[in-house]
């Protein structure tokens, strides 16, 4: 896949853990992030979403972490299902100038049974 | 739920010839985007467009690219003349709008093999 060959740090976790999935950014101006997902082959697929004026988001089973302060962001994904397994990517943007999303590097979830 | 669409899946081309991706939007999407993936590196910005015009690009969309919305449904990106670094797997993207809440939903891509 597009993947191949990107040294992506692995998360791997067993059927029915949980999962945190950590990111950092560099754009202090950032104000809106999104998590990806993106399975073989695939595009990347919309997970969550946080706004800068927040710092905690919930979705179903994800939940979205931001820490201005330390410009960090994680996901969190309850009871991980091997469906999960995939490359999670964060990506910010900074809406006061410009609409495009910068993208992290990327974590690969391995979910084992 | 309504998708990006993208053809083809896989493009061979020979080097210095054009070629032509195309996308389907979400219909009730107003933004339209491409990045692009070479293999091993991060996803990359290429373009954004907006009411039928480029609003934001970046330094990769040099003159050999260019963005079309030829009717209301598709939105191209086509290479004038293809060099062998341009291989990477290629996303079109769209957006109802801009701002938060309103997030950029991907196609699966078109993987481009210049040879």
């Known amino acids: 896949g597009e993947n191949v060959g990107l040294h992506l740090p692995t998360l791997s976790v067993q059927e029915g853990d949980n999962s945190i999935i950590n990111c950092a950014y560099s754009?202090?101006?950032?104000?809106?992030f999104i998590w990806y997902k993106q399975e073989s082959g695939k595009g990347p697929q919309f997970i969550i979403d946080i706004r800068s004026n927040m710092d905690k988001r919930q979705g179903q089973r994800v939940t979205v972490l931001l820490n201005k302060t330390v410009k960090h962001l994680s996901l969190q994904i309850a009871a991980t299902q091997p469906g999960d397994s995939a490359v999670y990517f964060c990506a910010e943007i900074a809406y006061y100038n410009t609409d495009k999303l910068i993208f992290g590097t990327g974590t690969r979830l391995q979910v084992f049974p | 739920e309504p998708e990006v669409t993208q053809t083809p899946s896989h493009q061979v081309t020979q080097m210095g010839q054009e070629v032509i991706l195309r996308c389907v939007p979400i219909s009730n999407h107003l933004y339209f985007y491409w990045y692009r993936q070479i293999l091993g590196q991060k996803v990359e910005f290429l373009v954004s467009f907006y009411n039928n015009e480029i609003s934001e690009k970046s330094e990769i969309f040099d003159d050999q690219f260019s963005v079309e919305r030829p009717d209301g449904s598709n939105f191209t990106l086509k290479i004038r003349s293809t060099k062998l670094e341009d291989s990477a797997m290629y996303f079109c993207?769209?957006?109802?709008?801009?701002?938060?809440?309103?997030?950029?939903?991907f196609g699966d891509g078109t993987r481009l093999s210049i040879l």
């Open positions: 993207a769209s957006s109802p709008g801009t701002g938060g809440d309103q997030p950029q939903h």
């Open positions: 754009n202090s101006a950032s104000d809106y």
